[in-house]
Nanobody, 118 residues
Framework: VQLQASGGGVVQAGGSLRLSCAAS????????MGWFRQAPGKEREFVAR????????YYADSVKGRFTISRDNAKNTVDLQMNSLKPEDTAVYYC????????????WGQGTQVTVSS
């Protein structure tokens, strides 16, 4: 499994960014795809996840109502639309994948930096 994250950048507070994770290496029907982030000096934290089959989603309280996770079956990508960005959203964002029956994420992409200026 290979995951390639892209779309990070620098944006002002209140702005938007869209991250994309290109997934390859197998069929992801039985997978859950997630986005995580890690800010400087902090532990990595969960942001959002989506079940590839059916599209059910779940969000961290800190991003609920501002971020939207989606997947494109044809392109094999998982996107994270981030609106109303805040300086505290600044972090390296990672996409990850796991079989939906397991507890931990088995596959991780490289991170993409998101910086929100005040």
């Amino acid at each position: 499994v290979q995951l390639q994250a892209s779309g990070g950048g620098v944006v002002q507070a209140g702005g938007s960014l869209r991250l994309s994770c290109a997934a390859s290496g197998r069929t992801f029907t039985n997978y859950v795809m997630g986005w995580f982030r890690q800010a400087p000096g902090k532990e990595r934290e969960f942001v959002a996840r989506i079940r590839w089959s059916g599209g059910s989603t779940y969000y961290a309280d800190s991003v609920k109502g501002r971020f939207t996770i989606s997947r494109d079956n044809a392109k094999n990508t998982v996107d994270l639309q981030m609106n109303s960005l805040k300086p505290e959203d600044t972090a390296v964002y990672y996409c990850a994948a796991k079989v939906f029956t397991t507890s931990g994420y088995d596959y991780w992409g490289q991170g993409t930096q998101v910086t929100v200026s005040s």
